[in-house]
């Protein structure tokens, strides 16, 4: 069963979707625009039931098979928030608003997921319930988390739960997955040193937190090189240094960094964060100076089950074919919330080729409409293969 032929027939109407939520991109929960057209097109589509609200401004929508004999009931989520990012594509349907543009494909995302919904609430060839969940708030905010907390599980009886992301540099139409640990968990941090600000052209009568600061990111640099083992993946990366005042000959009261953590075992986890506390206070202390840290986590490990990724895997052969679906991938250091539906239920994360185009987060990236067909064929087979009629 390769990709179908009436999601084929809608691809132009999808794309056209997915234009109009890649020039109008929205942050975080605060989505009023997208979510007001996520739930008309589904109330036209003739879904049976339509919520809105949900974990502040979620949707959640539900399609029913001819048949629900057999109880079953399986969740399809896409994410709908845009970046705080200024567009650089020059394309005719680009961010019409300043500082904000759909850099990582969730325009994409919620446009397959409504046109998977359009072809089930035709077709129906299936024997239970698709519950579908249109998500705020993937890029920092919390939103699957806040989806969850809201009951999203529990309210819809939603047994197992699968998504998709699209990959640049994977070809358009083709599969990447794996079981197991597919996206590292993501957290992030703040250090504040604190010392004497003074003349730049005096350092003896100061405490220079800016030299304390860079001690600080070098020092850090030793724990992943050095203490983490070559097997045990982590990233600790310092991506911002800020001081309170900017001037050529101040040296500073205090200077703030910023960064981001990343891992896919808890135990390695726990070991960096404990030695990034030890060496931050002892650095800054080497330098004369204070340091506050305060480390927040953000997302889990993205993990996969077994048994649903192998579900996942047999949707995406019969869509693209067996040459098209890499399982040998490893896993990418990246965060991904939809780790906090995976906590709470089975389920499984697939990606979607997006071809040769500009890297995620990047001003340049589009969304590549020529992987609509694969991405909604891949939901409506694992419908129809989870949820068969004749089982």
Same mark, same amino acid.
């Given at each position: 069963?390769?990709?179908?032929?009436?999601?084929?027939? %809608?691809?132009?109407?999808?794309?056209?979707?997915?234009?109009?939520?890649?020039?109008?991109?929205?942050?975080?929960? #605060?989505?009023?625009? !997208?979510?007001?057209?996520?739930?008309?097109?589904?109330?036209?589509?003739?879904?049976?039931?339509?919520?809105?609200?949900?974990?502040?401004?979620?949707?959640?929508?539900?399609?029913?098979?001819?048949?629900?004999?057999? &109880?079953?009931?399986? &969740?399809?989520?896409?994410?709908?928030?845009?970046?705080?990012?200024?567009?650089?594509?020059?394309?005719?349907?680009?961010?019409?608003?300043?500082?904000?543009?759909?850099?990582?494909?969730? #325009?994409?995302?919620?446009?397959?997921?409504?046109?998977?919904?359009?072809?089930?609430?035709?077709?129906?060839?299936?024997? =239970? !319930?698709?519950?579908?969940?249109?998500?705020?708030?993937?890029?920092?905010? =919390?939103?699957?988390?806040?989806?969850?907390?809201?009951?999203?599980?529990?309210?819809?009886?939603?047994?197992?739960?699968?998504?998709?992301?699209?990959?640049?540099?994977?070809?358009?139409?083709?599969?990447?997955?794996?079981?197991?640990?597919?996206?590292?968990?993501?957290?992030?941090?703040?250090?504040?040193?604190?010392?004497?600000? &003074?003349? =730049?052209?005096?350092?003896?009568?100061?405490?220079? !937190?800016?030299?304390?600061?860079?001690?600080?990111?070098?020092? %850090?640099?030793?724990?992943?090189?050095?203490?983490?083992?070559?097997?045990?993946?982590?990233?600790?990366?310092?991506?911002?240094?800020?001081? #309170?005042?900017?001037?050529?000959?101040?040296?500073?009261?205090?200077?703030? %960094?910023?960064?981001?953590? +990343?891992?896919?075992?808890?135990?390695?986890?726990?070991?960096?964060? +404990?030695?990034?506390?030890?060496?931050?206070?002892?650095?800054?202390?080497?330098?004369?100076?204070?340091?506050?840290?305060?480390?927040?986590?953000?997302?889990?490990?993205?993990?996969?089950?077994?048994?649903?990724?192998?579900?996942?895997?047999?949707?995406?052969?019969?869509?693209?074919?067996?040459? %098209?679906?890499? !399982?040998?991938?490893?896993?990418?250091?990246?965060?991904?919330?939809?780790?906090?539906?995976?906590?709470?239920?089975?389920?499984?994360?697939?990606?979607?080729?997006? =071809?040769?185009?500009?890297?995620?987060?990047?001003?340049?990236?589009?969304?590549?409409?020529?992987?609509?067909?694969?991405?909604?064929?891949?939901?409506?087979?694992?419908?129809?293969?989870?949820?068969?009629?004749?089982?």
């Amino acid at each position: 069963m390769p990709v179908k032929n009436r999601i084929a027939d %809608l691809q132009p109407e999808i794309a056209a979707w997915r234009r109009d939520f890649h020039a109008h991109p929205e942050l975080r929960f #605060d989505l009023p625009r !997208t979510t007001a057209r996520v739930a008309a097109l589904l109330r036209d589509f003739g879904v049976d039931e339509v919520t809105e609200g949900v974990g502040q401004s979620g949707i959640v929508a539900v399609i029913k098979g001819r048949s629900t004999a057999s &109880g079953r009931v399986v &969740g399809f989520r896409a994410d709908m928030d845009a970046l705080p990012i200024t567009e650089a594509t020059g394309l005719d349907y680009a961010s019409e608003t300043a500082g904000r543009m759909h850099a990582c494909g969730h #325009d994409g995302h919620t446009a397959i997921l409504l046109g998977a919904a359009r072809y089930l609430a035709e077709t129906r060839n299936f024997d =239970g !319930t698709v519950v579908l969940v249109f998500q705020p708030a993937e890029e920092g905010g =919390g939103g699957a988390r806040a989806m969850v907390k809201d009951g999203l599980m529990k309210r819809w009886n939603i047994q197992e739960i699968y998504g998709l992301h699209n990959m640049p540099t994977l070809p358009v139409g083709a599969f990447a997955i794996k079981p197991g640990p597919l996206l590292a968990a993501s957290d992030f941090f703040e250090i504040t040193v604190r010392g004497k600000g &003074g003349h =730049g052209a005096m350092p003896h009568m100061a405490t220079d !937190t800016t030299l304390g600061a860079a001690a600080i990111v070098m020092a %850090l640099q030793q724990i992943v090189a050095r203490q983490v083992p070559a097997l045990g993946a982590a990233v600790l990366s310092v991506t911002g240094i800020q001081t #309170d005042t900017m001037a050529h000959n101040v040296i500073p009261d205090s200077a703030r %960094l910023t960064g981001t953590a +990343r891992f896919l075992d808890k135990e390695v986890q726990a070991m960096v964060v +404990r030695r990034m506390e030890e060496i931050i206070a002892a650095t800054a202390s080497a330098y004369g100076c204070s340091a506050d840290f305060n480390y927040m986590h953000g997302v889990n490990v993205t993990e996969n089950a077994e048994a649903n990724t192998e579900h996942a895997i047999a949707a995406a052969r019969a869509v693209a074919g067996e040459a %098209l679906v890499r !399982t040998d991938i490893e896993p990418l250091m990246g965060g991904e919330d939809f780790s906090e539906m995976l906590q709470v239920r089975p389920g499984a994360f697939i990606f979607l080729g997006n =071809g040769d185009s500009a890297g995620l987060h990047h001003p340049e990236y589009d969304f590549n409409d020529e992987a609509i067909p694969a991405g909604c064929s891949w939901f409506a087979t694992l419908a129809e293969q989870r949820m068969p009629l004749d089982a």
